[in-house]
């Protein structure tokens, strides 16, 4: 957790630095329609975007999320051409170093050279409830199809594990409006081993 927060915080650091200088030598005449393009398509996909919650709260937040997911490409290119501008050809394998730093990377990495896990079936309850609260990160931070397609199997799998342990339990969970980024552990059935000990 801390090495992604350090991670985004360079990345910031740097989107910002290279927004600012992107703004000062992008020709008025390109920087304009591009400005209001970049900002016409984070406010269609804000608009755009099907909540599948019911909140209003969280609905607010999932459009806005939409919307800033749909910018970044174009922040990102407008960042990439101002510290282009400034570093030269050093932009390239700083940008490379960017990418192959990244938390979801750096976890495939871990997860290639670590032994394999044992199944669902070994996993405790409180584990799989787990999984499924911090795998919404994941999905979030994925970079590729590959990736975003691996967690959410994962998840489905998560899912299909609590039905087979607690139907009902996941099933009140469900109902309860769950969010995608929800804890379903205080509704489905902990394993004796996920108990706090009894005061004795």
């Given at each position: 957790?801390?090495?992604?927060?350090?991670?985004r915080a360079v990345c910031?650091?740097?989107?910002?630095?290279?927004?600012?200088?992107?703004?000062?030598?992008?020709?008025?005449?390109?920087?304009?329609?591009?400005?209001?393009?970049?900002?016409?398509?984070?406010?269609?996909?804000?608009?755009?975007?099907?909540?599948?919650?019911?909140?209003?709260?969280?609905?607010?937040?999932?459009?806005?999320?939409?919307?800033?997911?749909?910018?970044?490409?174009?922040?990102?290119?407008?960042?990439?051409?101002?510290?282009?501008?400034?570093?030269?050809?050093?932009?390239?394998?700083?940008?490379?170093?960017?990418?192959?730093?990244?938390?979801?990377?750096?976890?495939w990495y871990g997860e290639?050279?670590?032994?394999?896990?044992?199944?669902?079936?070994?996993?405790?309850?409180?584990?799989?409830?787990?999984?499924?609260?911090?795998?919404?990160?994941?999905?979030?931070?994925?970079?590729?199809?590959?990736?975003?397609?691996?967690?959410?199997?994962?998840?489905?799998?998560?899912?299909?594990?609590?039905?087979?342990?607690?139907?009902?339990?996941?099933?009140?969970?469900?109902?309860s409006a769950a969010s995608?980024?929800?804890?379903?552990?205080?509704?489905?059935?902990?394993?004796?081993?996920?108990?706090?000990?009894?005061?004795?």
């Open positions: 957790m801390a090495y992604s927060f350090v991670w910031v650091a740097l989107g910002c630095l290279g927004i600012v200088l992107g703004l000062i030598v992008f020709p008025p005449d390109l920087l304009i329609p591009y400005t209001l393009l970049t900002i016409v398509i984070g406010l269609t996909a804000a608009v755009g975007h099907t909540p599948s919650g019911t909140d209003a709260q969280d609905e607010r937040r999932a459009s806005k999320q939409a919307g800033v997911r749909a910018m970044r490409p174009f922040m990102g290119l407008l960042a990439l051409a101002g510290l282009g501008f400034a570093l030269g050809v050093v932009v390239l394998p700083l940008a490379l170093a960017v990418v192959v730093t990244s938390p979801p990377v750096v976890r290639s050279a670590s032994p394999p896990q044992p199944g669902e079936s070994a996993t405790s309850t409180a584990q799989l409830c787990q999984q499924w609260h911090d795998s919404f990160e994941d999905l979030q931070t994925a970079m590729t199809p590959a990736a975003r397609l691996r967690i959410v199997t994962a998840r489905q799998r998560c899912l299909d594990e609590l039905e087979r342990r607690d139907p009902d339990g996941l099933n009140a969970w469900l109902s995608a980024a929800g804890d379903p552990s205080r509704f489905v059935r902990l394993d004796q081993s996920d108990a706090p000990p009894a005061d004795g």
